[in-house]
C-alpha cells in the first residue's frame, strides 16, 4: 500500500530534509519512526529536498508499506515516535503509481523578514537586516513573475532545466514583519534564498532593480546578491491534481 504523508517541521536542528551520511537529516529521522512503528525499513520519497536550517509548514512524502494501517492511528502512532519539531500532520492512501515529487504541480516558498532586532525566541525563524526600504523590495519582488531561465538565481544542478514559471508573489507586511510568498510550478536550488538576498540588497540600495531583469534576460550568478540565510524560508504548500 503506498500512502501520502504531509508533514511539517522546525529544519533548525537539521541538515536539510535529505538523509546526510555525516549529518542528521530529516529523511532519516521519519524513516526511523516508521521502522519503529511498522518494523519495515522504508525508504520515504518527498516533494522536495529543503536545505539546512529551512523549515516547513508542509512538506509531501509518500511511502510503501505491507499492511493496513488506519490513518488516523498511524499519523498519531508516528508523531510518538518523532521529535516535537517534526510533525506528520496528515495521512492517505494513493494509487501505486502515485509519486510525492514527480506528480507535483506547484509549490508555495514564503520568506520572512523581520522589521526589528530579533529577539531570543524569534532568532531561528526570522531575518532580520537594518534599514531596508521595503517599498521598493515589494516593487522589484513583482519582476520575478513570469516564465523566465532562473539560471542567475540558483546553485546549478546537472540536469534540471532552469526556465520556471513563478505565477505570483504575495507580500504580507504587519509593523514588525514581512513576508514574501513566491508561488511557482517549481523551484531550483537555492533559488529562493537567492531571489530574496537579491531584493535584500535592493533594499539596501547596494543595487538597482533593474538587476532582475538584466539577470532573467542574461543568466549571470554574480548579478544576484548574497544567498540569503535559511532560517527565513518556509516550504508553505505543494499543490497536486485533486485526484491523486
Same mark, same amino acid.
Given at each position: 500500500?503506498?500512502?501520502?504523508? $504531509?508533514?511539517?517541521?522546525?529544519?533548525?536542528?537539521?541538515?536539510?530534509? =535529505?538523509?546526510?551520511?555525516?549529518?542528521?537529516?530529516?529523511?532519516?529521522?521519519?524513516?526511523?519512526?516508521?521502522?519503529?512503528?511498522? #518494523? #519495515?525499513?522504508?525508504?520515504?520519497?518527498?516533494?522536495?529536498?529543503?536545505?539546512?536550517?529551512?523549515?516547513?509548514?508542509? =512538506?509531501?512524502?509518500?511511502?510503501?508499506?505491507?499492511?493496513?494501517?488506519?490513518?488516523?492511528?498511524?499519523?498519531?502512532?508516528?508523531?510518538?515516535?518523532?521529535?516535537?519539531?517534526?510533525?506528520?500532520?496528515?495521512?492517505?492512501?494513493?494509487?501505486?503509481?502515485?509519486?510525492?515529487?514527480?506528480?507535483?504541480?506547484?509549490?508555495?516558498?514564503?520568506?520572512?523578514?523581520?522589521? #526589528?532586532?530579533?529577539?531570543? +525566541?524569534?532568532?531561528?525563524?526570522?531575518?532580520?537586516?537594518?534599514?531596508?526600504? %521595503?517599498?521598493?523590495?515589494?516593487?522589484?519582488?513583482?519582476? +520575478?513573475?513570469?516564465?523566465?531561465? &532562473?539560471?542567475? &538565481?540558483?546553485?546549478?544542478?546537472?540536469?534540471?532545466?532552469?526556465?520556471?514559471?513563478?505565477?505570483?508573489?504575495?507580500?504580507?507586511?504587519?509593523?514588525?514583519?514581512?513576508?514574501?510568498?513566491? &508561488?511557482?510550478?517549481?523551484?531550483?536550488?537555492?533559488?529562493?534564498?537567492?531571489?530574496?538576498?537579491?531584493?535584500?540588497?535592493?533594499?539596501?540600495?547596494?543595487?538597482?532593480?533593474?538587476?532582475?531583469?538584466?539577470?532573467?534576460?542574461?543568466?549571470?550568478?554574480?548579478?544576484?546578491?548574497?544567498?540569503?540565510?535559511?532560517?527565513?524560508? $518556509?516550504?508553505?504548500?505543494? %499543490?497536486?491534481?485533486?485526484?491523486?
Amino acid at each position: 500500500m503506498r500512502y501520502l504523508m $504531509y508533514c511539517s517541521y522546525d529544519g533548525s536542528s537539521y541538515y536539510g530534509f =535529505q538523509s546526510q551520511k555525516n549529518a542528521l537529516g530529516i529523511q532519516e529521522v521519519i524513516e526511523k519512526a516508521i521502522k519503529n512503528m511498522t #518494523q #519495515q525499513h522504508v525508504i520515504i520519497h518527498a516533494a522536495g529536498r529543503t536545505d539546512k536550517g529551512v523549515h516547513a509548514y508542509m =512538506q509531501t512524502l509518500h511511502v510503501d508499506l505491507s499492511g493496513n494501517f488506519e490513518l488516523l492511528k498511524m499519523k498519531d502512532a508516528l508523531n510518538k515516535r518523532l521529535p516535537e519539531d517534526i510533525r506528520i500532520t496528515n495521512v492517505k492512501i494513493v494509487k501505486d503509481t502515485f509519486h510525492a515529487r514527480h506528480h507535483a504541480k506547484a509549490k508555495k516558498y514564503v520568506y520572512k523578514l523581520s522589521k #526589528q532586532p530579533l529577539t531570543a +525566541f524569534q532568532s531561528k525563524y526570522y531575518t532580520y537586516i537594518k534599514d531596508l526600504n %521595503y517599498d521598493v523590495m515589494k516593487k522589484a519582488s513583482k519582476m +520575478f513573475i513570469g516564465t523566465h531561465d &532562473f539560471l542567475g &538565481f540558483c546553485q546549478k544542478v546537472e540536469g534540471k532545466p532552469t526556465i520556471k514559471t513563478i505565477y505570483d508573489v504575495n507580500i504580507t507586511e504587519s509593523k514588525t514583519t514581512i513576508a514574501f510568498e513566491f &508561488f511557482g510550478n517549481s523551484f531550483l536550488k537555492y533559488m529562493v534564498r537567492s531571489m530574496m538576498g537579491t531584493l535584500i540588497e535592493i533594499g539596501q540600495h547596494k543595487k538597482e532593480m533593474s538587476v532582475i531583469k538584466q539577470n532573467l534576460s542574461v543568466p549571470n550568478r554574480k548579478l544576484a546578491g548574497k544567498t540569503a540565510p535559511a532560517k527565513g524560508l $518556509y516550504l508553505k504548500k505543494i %499543490y497536486y491534481k485533486k485526484v491523486i
